[in-house]
């Protein structure tokens, strides 16, 4: 457990800024374990797998309340698989891409639930690959509106195909 601000770290750390003190130095020390177990914690777990039968598995209507087990993944590290296609048409290296039903069969438009937004991070792009990806990040759910119209359900940071 992390301990309580007893001194506060107003002076920083010994060797850096000078009167550092011992309790200052510990204090510093046991607040960044605390952070770092969190962290890991946090990333530590696996993903949760999930699939398109999950998430287009029932008839969307804009405004509709999505259903329970669709819900409970916002926010969460999945692992989901799909076709990977660009946001436009001949592009290679991407930023977003979207990640489309792998039991669709390619034919005619998916539906909005469907469809999963993937953003690479920051300053990284991906290799636009044929067939089936999988994919892991942190899935968002909602609907996304634009001129009032839902342009989106499912939106995904990329952590790793």
Do not use: W
């Amino acid at each position: 457990m992390c301990p309580p601000d007893r001194a506060g770290v107003k002076d920083g750390v010994r060797g850096v800024v000078p009167g550092a003190t011992a309790l200052h130095l510990r204090t510093v020390s046991s607040r960044l374990l605390c952070l770092g177990a969190l962290l890991l914690c946090a990333r530590g777990s696996d993903p949760v797998p999930t699939s398109f039968t999950v998430l287009g598995g029932f008839e969307y209507r804009p405004g509709m309340e999505l259903p329970k087990e669709v819900l409970e993944l916002d926010g969460k590290t999945v692992r989901v698989q799909g076709f990977m296609q660009p946001e436009k048409e001949g592009e290679t290296d991407v930023e977003f891409f979207l990640l489309i039903n792998d039991a669709c069969g390619c034919e005619g438009t998916p539906m909005l639930n469907e469809i999963i937004y993937c953003a690479m991070p920051e300053g990284q792009t991906a290799k636009v690959v044929p067939g089936v990806v999988k994919v892991v990040g942190t899935l968002y759910v909602g609907e996304e509106k634009e001129d009032g119209e839902v342009v989106g359900l499912y939106y995904l940071d990329v952590d790793k195909i």
